[in-house]
């Protein structure tokens, strides 16, 4: 997988969420997989920075590091800019975390994605353990192998794949 990849199945998971929950929308951790993407919804994420943190950890523990995912995306509803938006940030091993955003229209579907930049380190510092644990992976490269299939080995049949644009979405 290409962070460019990444950067697209986070922005696609944001309009599945935002398509499929009644607003607020609820922060969603996305984690890409090499048979398909799980949304973790979390309804309860606490307003504390320090709580949310150790929300993340949890999650980052139990789903990043035991299963070697090697990359994360999240989305949450948020004001950007004063308007009703999405932000959708993402990381990944040997890769700076990012962030876009998008606006609600006035149909309720999200407008398209602003251009992604570097996440600010000190923006969002609850996402902190995400990335933490992707960059302490063991074996990057056999990891990254793994998740994706132009490099992975003949055990791969192409259906298998998901490809960029027929990912398969399934709810956590």
Excluded: N
């Amino acid at each position: 997988m290409q962070f460019e990849e990444l950067r697209f199945i986070t922005q696609k998971a944001a309009v599945d969420v935002a398509s499929k929950h009644e607003r607020p929308l609820p922060p969603t951790v996305v984690l890409p997989g090499p048979a398909r993407t799980l949304l973790l919804t979390l309804p309860e994420l606490p307003d504390d920075d320090e709580l949310r943190h150790a929300v993340i950890a949890q999650l980052a523990a139990e789903h990043l590091t035991a299963d070697g995912v090697p990359c994360w995306g999240f989305v949450a509803e948020a004001d950007v800019a004063g308007h009703d938006g999405v932000i959708a940030a993402f990381g990944a091993r040997r890769h700076a975390p990012h962030v876009s955003a998008a606006l609600f229209a006035a149909d309720g579907a999200l407008d398209e994605f602003v251009p992604a930049e570097e996440l600010d380190p000190t923006a969002l510092p609850f996402l902190h353990p995400l990335q933490h644990a992707v960059d302490a992976l063991p074996g990057a490269q056999d990891v990254f192998d793994r998740y994706d299939p132009k490099r992975a080995g003949p055990e791969v049949a192409p259906d298998q794949t998901g490809g960029a644009l027929g990912l398969p979405m399934f709810p956590g």
